[in-house]
């Protein structure tokens, strides 16, 4: 099986008090930041993007400091997102589907009951909508109707050495990638851990739609890496900082994750 080189491009960012991360806010507040990335997995024979970000006008609205298109940090790696084939959304919040339009050639991948949730009931409660953007849930819509959408109940393999998982708990449909690397099985654990701190002190994020579900998810991420440290998670600016540059140009835009982690 042949491994893959595993990125995460950093695509914008927001600061945040520490009491806005846990659910029962943090006795510890301070100033804390919130990052936002895409992820590239690429071996010989296989390219897969994982989420597509947002855009500078979502930025602007949600008042979001926007540093690239998550298109421009890809070319950096030499992936034009134009012929890109396959591209995985862990679940259909807005900072992670929000380009999906500069995919014209993709298959997106996505969880069965990801669609039913953004598309069903809990839309009507602004709770659930809110990380929602209505546009883009019916530009996926559309999508499945053109073919483009393969969809997944549970557990599957994309390709040899990358699968995606079910788990739940942020929203109905969230899924994690496993990727085989040379360092191991490695873990996008996306939005089911948005900072190290959640699963690794036990403390949920607030946006939540089951919050047993999320708990049971830090365990089974970390069942499906090779190490506890190979899970990494949705939005911790740590990424940026426990991760190496692929090249010194690139210093605080991408991250290769195929690596053991610093500290």
């Known amino acids: ?68 298109s998550p298109a421009e940090g890809l070319a950096l790696l ?33 969880q069965d009951l990801e669609m039913q949730f953004a598309t069903g009931r809990y839309m009507a409660h602004a709770n659930f909508a809110y990380a929602y953007e209505v546009e883009e849930v019916v530009g996926v819509v559309r999508n499945v109707y053109a073919g483009r959408v393969a969809f997944h109940d549970g557990d599957a393999e994309l390709a040899p050495g990358l699968s995606v998982h079910h788990i739940g708990g942020h929203t109905l449909g969230l899924q994690a990638v496993r990727i085989w690397t040379r360092v191991g099985w490695l873990v996008l654990a996306s939005d089911a851990s948005h900072y190290y701190a959640n699963m690794e002190e036990g403390r949920p994020f607030p946006i939540v739609v089951d919050v047993a579900k999320m708990i049971e998810g ?46």
């Not at 008090?17 to 997995?41: M, Q």
């Not at 911790?236 to 195929?258: C, F, K, S």
């Open 78 to 110: 030499g992936v034009d997102v134009a012929t890109t084939e396959n591209v995985v959304l862990t679940h259909l919040h807005y900072d992670h589907v929000g380009n999906f339009d500069l995919f014209p050639r993709a298959t997106f991948h996505l």
């Open 1 to 68: 099986m042949e491994p893959y080189e595993v990125y995460a491009i950093r695509y914008a960012t927001v600061a945040r008090r520490a009491a806005e991360n846990f659910i029962g806010g943090d006795p510890h507040d301070a100033a804390t930041s919130l990052d936002y990335f895409v992820w590239l997995a690429r071996s010989a024979n296989h390219t897969f993007v994982v989420d597509t970000g947002f855009n500078r006008d979502a930025a602007r609205r949600r008042k979001r400091e926007f540093l690239r």
């Open 218 to 263: 830090w365990s089974r991420v970390r069942a499906l890496a090779s190490a506890p440290q190979h899970v990494v998670p949705g939005h911790d600016p740590l990424v940026m900082q426990r991760y190496r540059a692929p090249r010194a140009e690139l210093e605080g835009i991408v991250v290769r994750l195929d690596d053991e982690p610093r500290g």
